[in-house]
């Protein structure tokens, strides 16, 4: 009996190990070619086999003008006849991530359409081979282990027997690594000589021949200082409003390149000339002046906020929107209050779009007068950021009622009418 699998131009023959159904597929096959008008490619054909001799299949093979083939094989994309618990089946796909994540296509896409790459590369190459399989949890070989073994060597431990001594309470952390059996004796040294106790924000290093001490883990000498710890408070006030500001900033309704440069903004990474000064990519101190105004280092609160070319363009938006805004020297800070004043969450969308339009807008402005030596003309940059904010906030719906003589008289009200859908409209 012969049965098949068929999808598109990819064709499986099933049947049992005999002369007589070789015969019948081959038949089948001249018969298509007969009929269709079409050829097959032999060479891209394999014959496999479960259970039977080697000499065997190499002979009915030849008989097919088939390659030899041997499991796993891969059938639109997927490995049959695998063994989808080890870890070395999914391999492929690890290596496909490097073929299509490699340097080289970074540096010729923007910071855009890097993250574009990378989303579509992480989320689109698994979801096949995860619909017909099960990823493994990672054994003993996988990274899990890859990085403890570089850290701890391999081999037990004596601290192992306290572990599992001491299992209920011991931490997950602690349980997983003793699970792996893999920290060398001679490596954890420092488990018994300079061993430390996470106690809140200090530790307590304990140490043989001399007494334990206190040491403040935000220094690096371990001492205390008002200084570190306002920056430790700061720190974690800023990472609390940290989940809101950046699902702002990666609001789909943005194109992702002006959201990758909002991102960049409020981290305060992008290439300023005080941030290429920073990190030595310019020596000169002269270089790091704004390349708009020549009055003051070019960092990003200045060239964004208190640049006197930002300021018009800042007030001229104020007054048409009929709003008041108070700037202050920090991106983050700004940004974090900017459209604060809604409390709609949908009409806060427009008003990030307005400051993405703003930010993006000085940028391009800036480049050009840095690489083309063009004049900024504050009047036509207006009009372009109004021109631009509207194509972006009505590119969000295809529906949107105002023209963009309506925008340039009232953006506010074209802002707060919205529709059931919660869109801007």
Same mark, same amino acid.
């Given at each position: 009996?012969?049965?098949?699998?068929?999808?598109?131009d990819?064709?499986?023959?099933?049947?049992?190990?005999s002369?007589?159904?070789?015969?019948?597929?081959?038949g089948?096959?001249r018969?298509?070619?007969?009929?269709s008008?079409?050829?097959?490619?032999?060479a891209?054909?394999?014959?496999?086999?479960?259970?039977?001799?080697?000499s065997?299949?190499?002979e009915m093979?030849?008989?097919?003008?088939f390659?030899?083939?041997d499991f796993?094989?891969?059938?639109?994309?997927i490995p049959?006849?695998?063994?989808?618990?080890?870890?070395?089946?999914?391999?492929?796909?690890?290596d496909?991530?490097?073929?299509?994540?490699t340097?080289?296509?970074?540096?010729h896409?923007?910071?855009?359409?890097?993250i574009?790459?990378?989303?579509?590369v992480l989320?689109?190459?698994?979801v096949?081979?995860m619909s017909?399989?099960?990823?493994p949890?990672?054994?003993k070989?996988g990274l899990?282990?890859? +990085?403890? !073994?570089?850290?701890?060597?391999?081999g037990? @431990?004596h601290?192992? %027997?306290?572990?599992?001594?001491?299992? *209920?309470?011991?931490?997950?952390?602690?349980?997983?690594?003793?699970?792996?059996?893999?920290?060398?004796?001679?490596?954890v040294?420092w488990?018994?000589?300079?061993?430390?106790?996470?106690?809140?924000e200090?530790?307590?290093?304990?140490?043989?021949?001399?007494?334990?001490e206190w040491?403040?883990?935000?220094?690096?000498?371990?001492?205390?200082s008002?200084?570190?710890?306002?920056?430790l408070l700061t720190?974690?006030?800023?990472?609390?409003?940290?989940?809101?500001?950046f699902?702002?900033?990666?609001?789909?309704l943005?194109?992702?390149k002006?959201s990758?440069?909002n991102?960049?903004?409020?981290?305060?990474? +992008?290439? !300023?000339?005080?941030?290429?000064?920073?990190? @030595?990519?310019?020596? %000169?101190?002269?270089?790091?002046?704004? *390349?708009i105004?020549g009055?003051?280092?070019?960092?990003?609160?200045?060239?964004?906020?208190?640049?006197?070319?930002?300021?018009?363009?800042?007030?001229?938006?104020?007054?048409?929107?009929?709003?008041?805004?108070?700037?202050?020297t920090?991106?983050?800070?700004?940004?974090?209050?900017?459209?604060?004043?809604?409390?709609?969450?949908?009409t806060?969308?427009?008003?990030?779009?307005?400051?993405?339009?703003?930010?993006?807008s000085?940028?391009?402005?800036r480049?050009q007068k840095?690489f083309?030596?063009?004049?900024?003309?504050?009047g036509?940059?207006?009009?372009?950021?109004q021109?631009?904010?509207?194509?972006? +906030?009505?590119?969000t719906n295809?529906?949107?009622a105002?023209?963009l003589?309506?925008?340039?008289?009232n953006?506010?009200i074209?802002?707060?009418?919205?529709?059931?859908?919660?869109?801007?409209?």
């Amino acid at each position: 009996m012969v049965s098949h699998l068929q999808f598109a131009d990819d064709t499986i023959f099933f049947g049992e190990a005999s002369e007589n159904n070789i015969e019948v597929i081959k038949g089948i096959m001249r018969t298509f070619e007969m009929v269709s008008g079409l050829k097959i490619d032999f060479a891209k054909s394999q014959l496999m086999g479960v259970g039977i001799e080697e000499s065997w299949r190499v002979e009915m093979a030849f008989r097919l003008c088939f390659k030899e083939g041997d499991f796993p094989f891969k059938y639109l994309g997927i490995p049959i006849g695998g063994n989808n618990r080890r870890v070395a089946m999914w391999q492929p796909m690890v290596d496909s991530f490097k073929r299509k994540l490699t340097s080289w296509k970074g540096r010729h896409l923007s910071m855009g359409g890097r993250i574009t790459l990378i989303n579509s590369v992480l989320s689109s190459l698994p979801v096949f081979l995860m619909s017909a399989y099960v990823i493994p949890k990672e054994n003993k070989e996988g990274l899990w282990k890859s +990085i403890i !073994t570089k850290k701890y060597g391999k081999g037990g @431990g004596h601290w192992q %027997d306290w572990v599992k001594e001491h299992r *209920a309470t011991s931490s997950i952390w602690w349980r997983d690594v003793c699970s792996l059996n893999t920290v060398d004796r001679e490596k954890v040294g420092w488990l018994t000589e300079g061993f430390r106790i996470s106690i809140g924000e200090a530790d307590v290093k304990i140490s043989q021949g001399k007494p334990d001490e206190w040491e403040w883990v935000h220094d690096k000498d371990g001492h205390y200082s008002t200084k570190t710890a306002y920056s430790l408070l700061t720190q974690e006030q800023r990472g609390s409003r940290g989940t809101e500001i950046f699902r702002r900033i990666w609001n789909p309704l943005f194109p992702s390149k002006v959201s990758a440069f909002n991102w960049q903004l409020v981290l305060d990474r +992008i290439p !300023t000339r005080m941030n290429l000064l920073r990190r @030595g990519i310019t020596k %000169d101190m002269e270089e790091g002046r704004c *390349a708009i105004c020549g009055e003051a280092d070019e960092n990003a609160g200045h060239l964004f906020l208190n640049c006197k070319c930002a300021r018009w363009i800042w007030k001229a938006c104020a007054k048409w929107w009929g709003a008041k805004i108070l700037f202050g020297t920090d991106c983050w800070n700004t940004f974090q209050n900017f459209g604060a004043w809604t409390k709609n969450k949908h009409t806060r969308e427009g008003w990030d779009c307005i400051w993405n339009t703003v930010i993006w807008s000085i940028w391009l402005s800036r480049n050009q007068k840095i690489f083309q030596d063009k004049e900024i003309n504050l009047g036509k940059l207006f009009e372009l950021i109004q021109l631009r904010s509207f194509l972006w +906030i009505k590119a969000t719906n295809d529906r949107y009622a105002f023209s963009l003589t309506d925008w340039l008289i009232n953006p506010i009200i074209c802002l707060k009418v919205t529709n059931g859908s919660g869109r801007l409209h």
